[in-house]
């Protein structure tokens, strides 16, 4: 009988012990923020016909007249992208790839580009659907 009690006692003590860690009135964990963020600006400018220079995209194939949203229109582009909000800062990175929409009823664009960093030797390939 006394082997008994003590294996009982023991049992107890356990089941005491492990359900403090799943108590309700535990403190919620503060999730970690990561220790390093990355922002850059991507800068696209649109080729119109005048200003070859300044450009760093063009179309390759035209919309079609299915609409009134560029339908079917297929863009290449080499991008800068800087630290801030401003073109004329010097570029930290180029993204270089291609978008086309593909939507007849709203403008959509869909992406496929790969950035490079001009300060380290990365490149990332990204592809990601954005509605624009």
């Known amino acids: 009988m006394r082997a008994f009690q003590q294996k009982c006692v023991c ?22 923020a990561p220790c390093k963020q990355l922002v850059l600006y991507y800068h ?13 995209s063009a179309a390759v194939a035209n919309a079609t007249q299915l609409g ?7 863009m290449v582009f080499d991008d800068p992208m800087t630290k801030d909000s401003h073109l004329l800062s010097p570029p930290v990175a180029r993204a ?3 978008y086309f929409y593909d939507k007849k009823t709203q403008h959509n664009a869909w992406f496929a580009y790969t950035w490079s960093s001009t300060q380290r030797s990365t490149k990332v390939l990204s592809t990601s659907w954005v509605r624009t």
């Open 11 to 32: 049992f107890i003590i356990f089941l005491l012990t492990t359900s403090q860690s799943v108590s309700p009135y535990n403190k919620p964990r503060k999730e970690k």
């Open 44 to 56: 696209d400018i649109l080729f119109g016909g005048n200003d070859v220079a300044n450009a760093t």
């Open 68 to 74: 009134n949203f560029s339908f079917g229109m297929f």
């Open 96 to 98: 270089q790839g291609f």
